[in-house]
């Protein structure tokens, strides 16, 4: 498989798709493409909803790309690259549309964000999740906003220290971050499409209105995601989480 976004339309659905040969991890083209194509889908009337999934039948987001992280050499390098989470969840937090993700998968990092930052999450009863960033030397810290507004600051405080460890997709359900577990990919793809259409039947300005509620006190996440974004940059040039990388 190579790495690709699209989107398309099915009546007033939109999807969002994203894969990626590395665990449908995402590099900063990856990040780029997907905040761009959903620009489009939000700014297209005909798309009442939007639905965010990844190929195929493993994990659904392996988080951010390791191998491009690798490569950062200097502070810049490394908060643009850090950046392209802020990015994508800051254009995710500004839809005047819901969006559903569906999680077929395992989550991990970044990915863990991305879900968060998604108002209504629907996943396979498979699909655990870990914060495995304080294992390589660096921290949650530009999804930190999205996942404790999810889950609260106790739990996300717990997700991150345990960084070695998968949570259950039965302890996401009950913390928060996933709304619904599915039994099958059959019974997860039939949940997605009815609440989508669900959803999409209402009216837009309703549905606008009361997205807008849901994610009132969060305007200042434009200035302090970039600022965490930064955070994270300067410990993924540490020589301890260079040395931690190499190994992977």
Not at 13 to 18: C, K, N, S, V, Y
Not at 53 to 58: E, K, V
Not at 204 to 215: G, V
């Amino acid at each position: 498989m190579e790495a690709y976004v699209k989107h398309f339309k099915k009546d007033a659905i939109g999807f969002l798709e994203f894969g990626h040969p590395a665990g449908n991890s995402l590099p900063s083209e990856l990040l780029r493409e997907l905040e761009q194509q959903l620009g489009l889908l939000s700014a297209d009337s005909s798309v009442h909803v939007i639905v965010l999934q990844s190929a195929g039948s493993r994990a659904f987001c392996g988080g951010a790309s390791l191998s491009e992280m690798k490569e950062l050499k200097n502070l810049e390098e490394a908060t643009a690259f850090f950046m392209g989470f802020a990015q994508l969840i800051n254009r995710i937090r500004s839809l005047d549309k819901f969006i559903i993700v569906r999680v077929h998968g395992k989550v991990v990092g970044g990915g863990v964000g991305l879900v968060a930052a998604c108002d209504y999450a629907v996943a396979l009863d498979s699909a655990s999740v870990k914060l495995s960033e304080l294992s390589i030397g660096i921290g949650p810290y530009v999804i930190e906003p999205a996942v404790s507004r999810k889950i609260g600051t106790t739990h996300f405080g717990l997700l991150s220290l345990d960084a070695h460890q998968w949570k259950s997709a039965s302890w996401a359900y009950q913390k928060g971050l996933y709304s619904q577990i599915c039994s099958s990919e059959a019974d997860l793809n039939q949940t997605v499409e009815d609440i989508a259409q669900r959803l999409a039947g209402y009216p837009q300005q309703a549905n606008a209105t009361l997205r807008k509620l849901h994610w009132k006190d969060t305007a200042d996440w434009e200035i302090l995601l970039p600022k965490n974004a930064e955070i994270t940059a300067k410990l993924a040039l540490e020589k301890a989480t260079k040395d931690i990388l190499k190994k992977l």
